[in-house]
């Protein structure tokens, strides 16, 4: 079982619908999840970080928790073109090598 | 200013050349990272520097070599490096090297696209 684990996609949403993106743990321990979004050819860019249970919300983003279950989800709502990307669930592995485990990514298409 | 820069943007170089990436952030962040990154797939983390001293090297082959002149400043020397080492270089900055929550906050700079002729 892989740490952190995304469905590869390529997800495809008409413009303004809701795009809805799932990820996984392992680690019961962990406190800190971060969605980054990565258009080709750029480097990856912070869009939400979450740290408790239940949702955040930063404009036409929402991140949801829930450890219980062990997944972190963002939501896009009133998608546009401009989203088109590829989104990575990190999740902060605490402990002597501390550092961020990656999913593989999503494949995000917003269609006009 | 959450800002990363690198330099340069492109390198193209032969397995027998000696080249340095060089990173610079502003934000008083106390870690900085290198990372590669391969078409496809995520960042895969290479150093930590903590504080500027080396916290982690995940067992990165001795032709890739970090250095951190300062707290603001990181570089990663290159030297015989081989075809397979083609990718993008990304540096990112955090505020505390897993201090706390939000201190892990990692934030990219636009990478250096590196290819090994």
């Known amino acids: 079982q892989k740490e952190v684990e995304q469905n590869s996609g390529p997800l495809s949403v008409p413009e303004g619908a809701i795009a809805s993106l799932n990820c996984t743990y392992s680690d019961r321990g962990s406190q800190s999840f971060f969605w980054y979004r990565q258009y080709s050819g750029k480097s990856p860019e912070l869009i939400m970080s979450i740290y408790s249970n239940g949702d955040k919300e930063d404009g036409r983003f929402t991140a949801q928790l829930n450890k219980a279950s062990q997944y972190v989800s963002l939501l896009i709502r009133d998608s546009q073109p401009s989203d088109s990307a590829t989104y990575l669930c990190a999740v902060f592995r605490a402990g002597n090598n501390r550092k961020l485990i990656w999913g593989l990514g999503t494949s995000l298409a917003v269609n006009p | 200013d959450t800002e990363v820069t690198q330099t340069p943007k492109h390198l193209v170089m032969g397995m027998t050349n000696k080249k340095s990436l060089k990173c610079e952030q502003h934000?008083?962040?106390?870690?900085m990272y290198w990372y590669k990154q391969k078409a496809k797939k995520p960042p895969e983390l290479m150093f930590v520097y903590s504080y500027e001293k080396l916290s982690i090297n995940e067992s990165v082959p001795s032709r890739f070599s970090p250095e951190c002149p300062n707290s603001s400043l990181l570089n990663l020397h290159l030297h015989a490096l081989q075809p397979e080492d083609s990718a993008l270089y990304l540096c990112?900055?955090?505020?505390?090297?897993?201090?706390?929550?939000?201190?892990?906050?990692?934030?990219f700079g636009p990478g250096t696209r590196l290819t090994v002729l």
């Open positions: 934000m008083g962040h106390r870690a």
């Open positions: 990112a900055s955090s505020q505390d090297p897993g201090g706390g929550r939000a201190y892990n906050e990692q934030f």
